[in-house]
């Protein structure tokens, strides 16, 4: 039974989700840094919020840990490269609050522009100062987004209600996309240039932090105002409280901030400045949405390897899991044995390449991928597994192909998984037999039709008559049972392959008299 840590405040709702769906699960908000290395040992899954920070050091101190779910959109307390490099899937619920971080946003905008903090403080102290609160309509404004994702295209969407012009920078916002949420798609630069309020609604990351520099900020126009509701870290804020001090910019609203807690701050002192403690996702709806999505996100995935808004593995629908596991496992199994065949080999991958025809080719075809490079990588580097596998490759200069086949062969669903070093190309194909069961096809371009099996032997050798009694009474004189047994071979006298299963490892002994018997190119073992 799979066992989940919840380490952060959620819902008493994602608990019951879990347990309904067979998966241990331990609540245990509030513990420190050294208390939760110390009992995350056992754990397949940690749920958190923001308060956990899921480091390097927690993860080394998990070798069981599978999967981590953030419940909301960042991931800046989670490690990401350490999960990836462990292989740990990292989840999010990049929907569960948008509506509410966007109506945030959209309610500072009002606080802003009609000074409502500012003047709520003075009507409650019994002044009644009318003509101290001149505000400004957002009706005819130019709204600038920075950022035009799931949140920005929300705020867009209000916006536009309001009959606000929208202005937007989104390096990843299509022509298409600007067109069906009537914003205008702009560098950022003239969005600085033109927008009377600008937003942010951009995760923070390299590229990204600072982007409203003291440099930027000077470019915008004179009595702008600000908002911040995305990630602390992407304002300059001295730079910031220097342009509201010299009234260049007529004020800024700020939800996050670039340390948090955020208990001392120059912006607090300035009144043109409304502040809130990271309120954005604060809203019952939201803390609900975020919890059970991702109580059922990481259930979906520990129990039948659906995988759904992860930051470094490509998606796999709950509809798709089933029909895509014996497939993920045919991939897996061939890249195993090509990995092998290659270790054994020696030399310097240069590539790999997996290869799709029938119906495989009509699938997902990114998570198949995966698990081959994790088949054809384990056995040369270690512990590497579908999340980590391209990343290691990419790491290592390793080309990765995928290549779809219309042809239609000799099977239903055909794959092929090819490693190509500085020496020479191994490849192997396989199909599924009944839908289910992985069979290897073919070795090296030469049919073959054999089940995988725990422990194989795999023989090249020059094809003449009296090898296979030779190897034969080698593994009898071993007292070595063979299950089953499967020749091939290229052309009449040409090479031969011989690939057998054995109900145990082969001793190194008796591999190396398999080695040492005429006619023999290459003795490899294999294990799966």
């Excluded at 609050?97 to 003047?119: C, G, S, V, W």
């Excluded at 980590?388 to 239903?412: M, Q, S």
């Excluded at 199909?431 to 194989?456: H, N, Q, S, W, Y």
Aim: with cysteine; aromatic share 4%.
């Amino acid at each position: 039974m799979p066992k989940v840590l919840i380490s952060d405040k959620l819902s008493p709702a994602a608990i019951e989700i879990f347990r309904r769906r067979g998966i241990e699960v331990d609540f245990k908000p509030g513990l420190g840094p050294a208390e939760l290395r110390g009992i995350i040992a056992p754990y397949d899954g940690l749920a958190v919020r923001s308060a956990t920070k899921v480091t390097r050091e927690l993860m080394e101190a998990a070798p069981n840990l599978k999967v981590v779910g953030r419940a909301g959109i960042g991931v800046d307390n989670v490690d990401v490269t350490s999960a990836t490099a462990r292989g740990v899937v990292v989840m999010n619920t990049p929907y569960g609050n948008a509506i509410t971080t966007a109506e945030h946003a959209i309610a500072m905008m009002f606080a802003l522009a009609r000074q409502i903090p500012e003047a709520s403080a003075s009507t409650k102290a019994g002044r009644w100062e009318k003509n101290r609160f001149m505000g400004v309509e957002l009706f005819g404004k130019t709204l600038g987004l920075i950022g035009c994702g799931n949140i920005g295209s929300i705020v867009a969407d209000r916006a536009v209600g309001l009959k606000m012009k929208v202005v937007a920078f989104d390096p990843f916002l299509s022509a298409q996309r600007a067109l069906e949420l009537g914003v205008e798609k702009v560098e950022l630069n003239e969005l600085l240039e033109r927008a009377d309020i600008v937003t942010l609604h951009a995760p923070l990351t390299e590229q990204t932090r600072n982007i409203l520099s003291r440099e930027n900020l000077a470019k915008l126009k004179k009595g702008a105002r600000l908002i911040n509701c995305a990630r602390g870290g992407l304002v300059d804020e001295a730079a910031l409280h220097d342009a509201l001090k010299s009234g260049h910019l007529a004020g800024a609203a700020l939800d996050v901030f670039e340390t948090e807690p955020a208990t001392d701050s120059p912006l607090f002192g300035l009144e043109n400045v409304v502040c809130t403690p990271h309120l954005g996702a604060a809203t019952a709806e939201a803390q609900e949405n975020v919890a059970l999505q991702v109580a059922d996100q990481m259930a979906d995935y520990l129990l039948t390897g659906a995988v759904s808004n992860a930051i470094n593995m490509p998606s796999v629908t709950a509809e798709e899991a089933p029909r895509l596991k014996p497939y993920m496992a045919l991939a897996q199994l061939l890249g195993a044995m090509a990995g092998q065949l290659t270790a054994a080999r020696g030399g310097v991958i240069k590539a790999i390449r997996v290869e799709y025809e029938g119906h495989v080719a009509e699938l997902n075809r990114r998570p198949l991928t995966a698990a081959a490079l994790a088949g054809t990588l384990a056995p040369l580097m270690g512990a590497v597994n579908m999340v980590n596998a391209p990343v290691v490759a990419k790491e290592r200069g390793i080309e990765v192909a995928e290549t779809v086949h219309e042809r239609r062969g000799d099977y239903a669903s055909l794959l092929r998984v090819t490693m190509v070093t500085d020496r020479d190309e191994k490849s192997v194909a396989g199909t599924l037999v009944g839908e289910a069961r992985p069979r290897l096809v073919e070795i090296k371009g030469i049919a073959v039709e054999a089940d995988f099996a725990p422990d194989m032997l795999y023989v090249t050798n020059q094809d003449r008559p009296g090898f296979i009694g030779r190897f034969g009474m080698v593994l009898a004189n071993a007292g070595i049972n063979i299950a089953t047994f499967h020749l091939g071979r290229a052309t009449q006298g040409g090479d031969a392959i011989c690939l057998v299963s054995l109900d145990g490892p082969i001793p190194e002994a008796v591999l190396a008299e398999v080695r040492s018997l005429p006619l023999v190119v290459q003795a490899t073992p294999l294990r799966f």
